[in-house]
Every structure is written in C-alpha cells, then in structure tokens.
C-alpha cells in the first residue's frame, strides 16, 4: 500500500502525511480528495474498528494458506493475459464483443489483480512500447475513479501508436490535464458530432469500430477551486467510454460519484450492446446537459481513435 499515496502527491502534495494506515484505501481516498474531515469522526472510529479486525482475519487465512492452500497468483495473472490475447482466426465476433470479453477477463480473479495488470500497461504506454512486463503482484487502483477506468478501455482497444496519447489524456502526471486557462480557451467538442462520424464509419462499407473518450470538464468547479471554495460542492465533471461499432454501441465507465467501479458496473450488465435507439438518446441527453451556459459551466473534450 504504500505506493498509493504516490498517486495523489500531483494533487494533494503532502499525501504521504495524510495518509493512516488504520483505515481502509477507499477512506483515505475520500479523505484526500473531499478533505481530513469528510468523514464524522465516530464514523471514521467505526470504519477504523472495522477494517482492524477484517485485516486480522486476512492475516490469520494468509497464515493458514501457507500449508499449501494459497491461491498462485501467477495462475491468476497467466488467466487474464490469456484473456487479453490478440484475436486469432477463430475470433469472429465484432470488435466490440471482442473488448467486452477482454475487459470481463481482466477482472475475472478481482480488482487489485486488475490493479496488478493496469499497472504493467500504464508503464508500458508511458515508456511508448507495446512489451509489457508480467504482473506479479496486486495493486490498487480506485476503479470507482472514472479517469482510470476510461484509460483501462482506451489502452486495450487503441492501435499502439496510440498508446502514450490515450495514457495521457486524462493524467495529470503527464500533463493531460487541461488547466483552467486552457479549458477556459478551448471551444467545447460536441459528442453528437463524433457519434454521428464513428456512426456514419460503423454502418459504412467498412464497418469500422471506434472509440470515443468523452471528458466533461466542470469550469465552475474551477473558478470555486480559485478561490478555495469548491470543498462544499459536487463536481459534474465525468469521464466515459464510447465504442461505437456494426453491432451497436457499448458504454464504460466508473463513476465515484454514485459508488461503483468499472468492475461493478461490468459485473451487473451495465456495459452491454446498446442498440442504435437507446445510444442515440443517450448522446442527446448528454448534449442537452452540456448546452446549459456551455461557455460558463462546462467543456466538453474528446479523443477518438479507431480500433
């Protein structure tokens, strides 16, 4: 755990100090992000009492798996590479089902094994080679977080000249993040647009799949955040997935707003094939949110690529 607090230094600098390793992860990441003191203190006691004896009872099973019956790890890792094979001939389905399939695979032994996993192919990308190191241990990563979960998707449906691109685009370590000035100056895409071309490539003689990242930035969050004020109010800023392929279109994503991980959300069905009805209601719903005082309130950015 202790390379966590590495992931927040960009954004809180003294992370490491804030961090207290009594509680669990998912309540020192509130703790960084909405604040110390975002969680009630008697709560905070409780989760604390909580996750102390959840922790004991692991040790004492990791004590006992030392007879020989520990799960290997290696296995594990060795069934989600397995999953993330290229296709081969025999793989006929779409595109689309083929990333549905892999992104299942990637979580199928749970989310730090996938942590184990993201972690490889973000140094991969961030180096801007495609060979990959083999995951050996687990690593946690907030899939509630919906910049994470949308680099996941990006990663493994990209060509490999994309890599770095799709890294960086929402990473703030890499400078993807825009700042306030430059989303302040930058006209807002429009994800209509963009559906109707990936749509357009889709039905087309081709039949191209593609996928679209979509980054609802919340400006007005910006401004309070100037002047030390955003601490009291929800953010509308979001980041999802679009693939858009002859099949229809799926839609990823995580969201920490409303308590689930990408792996939550593909475990309950929500990324199925939608058909062309369901996701063009879903565009123009997003587009009449975004229409509201675009100039003040929101920009929309968008990176597509084809897979």
């Known amino acids: 755990m202790k390379e966590i607090p590495e992931m927040f230094k960009e954004l809180v600098p003294n992370a490491d100090q804030l961090w207290d390793p009594s509680l669990p992860p998912a309540a020192n990441v509130t703790r960084l992000i909405q604040g110390e003191d975002s969680i009630p203190y008697q709560k905070l006691q409780l989760i604390r009492s909580e996750y102390a004896t959840a922790s004991t ?57 996938a942590g184990g996993l993201f972690k490889v192919l973000s140094d991969a990308a961030e180096r801007k080679t495609t060979v990959a190191a083999t995951p050996t241990c687990d690593v946690y990563i907030p899939w509630n977080s919906c910049k994470a979960a949308a680099t996941l998707v990006s990663i493994l449906a990209c060509p490999p000249q994309k890599l770095y691109d799709v890294l960086k685009f929402q990473s703030r370590h890499l400078g993807g993040l825009p700042s306030y000035e430059a989303i302040r100056n930058t006209s807002s895409a429009s994800l209509q647009e963009a559906f109707r071309n990936a749509k357009s490539l889709a039905r087309g003689e081709q039949r191209c799949t593609s996928l679209v990242s979509v980054s609802l930035s919340d400006v007005h969050i910006f401004e309070l955040a100037s002047r030390r004020k955003s601490q009291m109010y929800t953010s509308f800023a979001h980041t999802f997935v679009l693939g858009i392929g002859p099949a229809g279109v799926i839609i990823w994503q995580g969201w920490g707003e409303h308590g689930y991980g990408l792996d939550q959300y593909i475990a309950r069905g929500s990324a199925r094939v939608r058909t062309w009805q369901e996701a063009g209601d879903f565009v123009d719903r ?12 929101y920009k929309v950015l968008i990176s597509e690529q084809e897979c």
């Open 286 to 297: 997003f587009e009449k949110f975004t229409s509201h005082k675009v100039s003040h309130l």
């Open 57 to 113: 009872a692991t040790s004492n099973r990791d004590d006992a798996d030392l007879t020989g019956k520990r799960s290997d790890n290696a296995n594990e890792f060795k069934d989600i590479l397995y999953a993330l094979r290229a296709p081969t001939i025999h793989d006929t389905g779409p595109p689309l089902y083929i990333l549905q399939q892999q992104l299942v695979g990637v979580f199928q032994h749970g989310p730090l094994r």
